[in-house]
């Protein structure tokens, strides 16, 4: 089976930036990575299809493979598509395709397993597992009593159940056929031809599909949900010597071999840890006490943590650089001490 993910948009809802795809990751990756990272697939399984304007421009073949590995098929198209559903269309053409394959947005990451099966199915959730979601930009399904899906519409909420933009499908040759006879008739639709609406032509001609319920479902189809998404995670560039532990000295005591760490910052950092946030540990130590320092962390319960040595005792500054794919203040600053009871909640707290 083959994963294909779409990525001939013209992200109008990402103004003045790149491809969103393309928009680098909290590990400096594209989206794209982290939208499939939580499937399991082979390498050589993943196809990416993308326009031949943005491979020329942003060298995106070197790059996918350099993120990828060397396997990743590409499929550059030489004009833009109309719909979601032509560019899978191309891209079964380009490669010939004749095994099954799993469609999936560029825009949003899930949790599936064993993706390969012998049914066409439609990666699904629940309205209700969710606080706030844009139920405007979503497909929603009805179900029969074993998961079956008996109706699939567009934009129109008729259920809570509703498509995370997975799609498999047993059959390339089906799947090209209720596409050409869908689209010979585009006086009818009058819009996008998505790929829900070929679903639910295939199904009213008795080809089945069923439902898989998916977990860990994070979704960036605007800006804004993208931006809350980086912003959930945060980097913590944080004192080791008098915040972490006490703070001590090369030459006079307490020399850096007795100090002891403080208990309140510990816990804060391990609960900040605990939220996914990153801590990068910044010390006044020569990187001649490195190997100590690891230790010492490494007892106080954060081993191979980042620790940044050589720093100097001064005001410390933090300058960084407002960007398109950045719209959040990127810095703040706290000056906290170290044994506040309520430190945690303070660190957490920050805006």
């Given at each position: 089976m083959k994963v294909i993910v779409p990525c001939c948009g013209r992200s109008s809802r990402y103004p003045k930036q790149p491809p969103k795809w393309m928009l680098p990751s909290h590990d400096g990756r594209p989206m794209l990575a982290l939208?499939?990272?939580?499937?399991?697939?082979?390498?050589?399984?993943?196809?990416?299809?993308?326009?031949?304007?943005?491979?020329?421009?942003?060298?995106?073949?070197?790059?996918?493979?350099?993120?990828?590995?060397?396997?990743l098929r590409v499929v550059a198209l030489d004009k833009p598509t109309v719909s979601q559903a032509e560019t899978v269309v191309r891209a079964l053409e380009s490669m010939s395709l004749d095994e099954p394959f799993l469609v999936k947005d560029s825009d949003n990451v899930f949790e599936l397993?064993?993706?390969?099966?012998?049914?066409?199915?439609?990666?699904?959730?629940?309205?209700?597992?969710?606080?706030?979601?844009?139920?405007?930009?979503?497909?929603?399904?009805?179900?029969?009593?074993?998961?079956?899906?008996?109706?699939?519409?567009?934009?129109?909420?008729?259920?809570?159940?509703f498509s995370v933009g997975g799609?498999?499908?047993v059959s390339p040759p089906?799947?090209?056929?209720?596409?050409?006879?869908?689209?010979?008739?585009?006086?009818?639709?009058?819009?996008e031809l998505y790929i829900s609406d070929i679903i639910g032509a295939m199904i009213l001609e008795g080809i089945p599909f069923r439902a898989r319920t998916i977990t860990a479902y994070q979704d960036w189809g605007t800006v804004h949900e993208w931006r809350a998404a980086l912003e959930a995670r945060?980097?913590?560039?944080?004192?080791?010597?008098?915040?972490?532990?006490?703070?001590?000295?090369?030459?006079?005591?307490?020399?850096?071999?007795?100090?002891?760490p403080i208990a309140e910052s510990v816990e804060a950092v391990k609960s900040m840890i605990a939220h996914g946030h990153k801590p990068i540990f910044l010390s006044?130590?020569?990187?001649?006490?490195?190997?100590l320092t690891h230790r010492q962390l490494e007892a106080a319960g954060f081993e191979g943590q980042q620790v940044v040595f050589?720093?100097?005792?001064?005001?410390?500054?933090?300058?960084?650089?407002?960007?398109?794919?950045?719209?959040?203040?990127?810095?703040?600053?706290?000056?906290?001490?170290?044994?506040d009871p309520n430190l945690a909640e303070k660190i957490l707290g920050l805006r």
């Open positions: 939208a499939v990272s939580k499937l399991q697939f082979a390498p050589e399984d993943l196809a990416v299809v993308i326009l031949r304007e943005h491979d020329e421009l942003y060298h995106v073949t070197r790059g996918l493979k350099e993120v990828f590995g060397p396997s397993n064993d993706l390969e099966q012998e049914y066409n199915y439609v990666c699904v959730d629940s309205l209700n597992n969710y606080d706030a979601i844009n139920p405007r930009n979503k497909s929603y399904l009805q179900l029969d009593h074993k998961g079956v899906v008996t109706n699939i519409r567009e934009k129109m909420v008729i259920s809570d159940t799609y498999y499908f089906q799947f090209m056929e209720f596409y050409t006879q869908l689209s010979a008739n585009t006086a009818a639709w009058q819009r945060k980097t913590f560039f944080m004192l080791l010597d008098g915040f972490l532990f006490e703070r001590g000295s090369e030459f006079l005591r307490p020399r850096f071999d007795e100090v002891q006044i130590r020569p990187s001649s006490f490195a190997e050589d720093c100097p005792i001064s005001s410390w500054v933090l300058v960084t650089a407002p960007h398109a794919t950045l719209p959040f203040q990127t810095s703040h600053s706290l000056e906290l001490p170290p044994d």
